[in-house]
């Protein structure tokens, strides 16, 4: 069948949002795609010196630059950040991009930051860099690296919307320093706002979280091969109870009528199936459900986070699917 917003477009709204393979098996997509556009790249590094003390100039900057990542984004700015424990020290970093601005526009917008934190943190090391190329493909090739699979990791997240970011720098540091596990690390992801918010108008399934967002926070944590089970649990209790709490307490500080969302493909696996619609789908779960049960009745598409799982349990032991 064809599916798009004048055929099928109830089963189109699903398929925008609504989970990957849950409701049908698309065989073909027409996409549309846009010119390349010229690509400005800007790094930055921020290093806490090693020490045995808790950090205190560090928490304090990255709250900080929290609290103006929204005007950045504003300015078009948009990419992913990272802090990570390294030998005693701390550090982050980030690889934003901005698009058809001319040279130094990034620079300027970071320069106002930079400057706060070198007369405020003078401890910390804090260098950036800016390069513009003609693509997309030419300032992202320097990104494209061989990643390692099969690691063992879980992750907290939330949607964070304008008010959760903006003037909110003790919340967002109480949130850093009771939620991030002793040796996991932060990603950020400044990728709403922009077009995200002014596409609210689609009629897609995404949660409506999506469209007030202006970052993706996440607390990860990892270990290897041969822990000891009832450190693994202990991980996992953490992150669920204690990591995942902390973000949820940041994002409702945002006060967003659409409601605290998570992005479901870098969430905790272990979230609550009772939590599911809330979470991931937030107002358009209920007509997602009514969807799942027209177009899948028989539940052939499943997956314990995805729409309509609260259909089926798994078995203990087995593994096997029965029927609630």
């Known amino acids: 069948m064809t599916v798009n917003k004048h055929s099928n477009p109830d089963l189109f709204f699903a398929l925008r949002g609504g989970g990957g393979g849950t409701f049908a098996v698309v065989l073909s997509a027409t996409v549309k795609t846009y010119p390349t556009v010229q690509t400005t790249r800007h790094t930055l590094l921020m290093l806490s010196p090693a020490s045995s003390e808790p950090h205190d100039s560090f928490w304090d900057a990255m709250a900080y630059i929290h609290g ?20 005693g020290s701390i550090i982050m ?3 934003f ?25 003078p401890s910390l090391q804090l260098s950036t860099t800016e390069k513009s190329d003609a693509t997309w ?22 949607l964070l919307p304008r008010a959760a970011l903006e003037n909110n720098f003790e919340n967002i540091r109480s949130t850093f320093i009771t ?17 995200v918010s002014r596409n609210r108008h689609l009629h897609t399934a995404v949660h409506p979280a999506w469209r007030s967002a202006y970052m993706n926070l996440m607390f990860i944590v990892a270990w290897p091969d041969g822990t000891p089970v009832s450190s693994v649990l202990g991980i996992r209790r953490f992150n669920s109870e204690v990591s995942v709490g902390a973000l949820e307490k940041l994002a409702l500080t ?43 009745p028989e539940g052939v598409f499943w997956c314990r986070l995805c ?16 029927l609630a």
């Open 68 to 87: 103006h990542l929204p005007r950045l984004a504003d300015e078009g700015m948009t990419g992913y950040f990272a802090a990570v424990p390294q030998n």
């Open 93 to 95: 970093t980030w690889d």
């Open 97 to 121: 991009v901005i698009y058809d601005r001319p040279p130094g526009t990034a620079t300027a917008l970071f320069s106002p930051i930079e400057s706060y934190i070198n007369a405020t943190y």
């Open 137 to 158: 493909l030419k300032a992202y090739n320097p990104s494209i690296f061989p990643a390692p699979i099969g690691q063992n990791f879980l992750i907290a997240s939330r």
């Open 179 to 195: 939620g991030l596990p002793k040796a996991g690390g932060i990603v950020g992801q400044l990728i709403a706002a922009g077009q």
């Open 254 to 296: 945002g006060g967003s009528d659409d409601g605290v969302g998570v992005y479901i493909n870098e969430a905790d696996a272990y979230t609550r199936e009772e939590d599911v619609g809330r979470l991931f789908w937030g107002a358009n779960y209920a007509k997602l459900k009514t969807l799942k049960e027209r177009w899948d």
């Open 307 to 322: 729409v309509g799982n609260e259909k089926w349990v798994e078995e203990e032991g087995s593994g096997r699917l029965c």
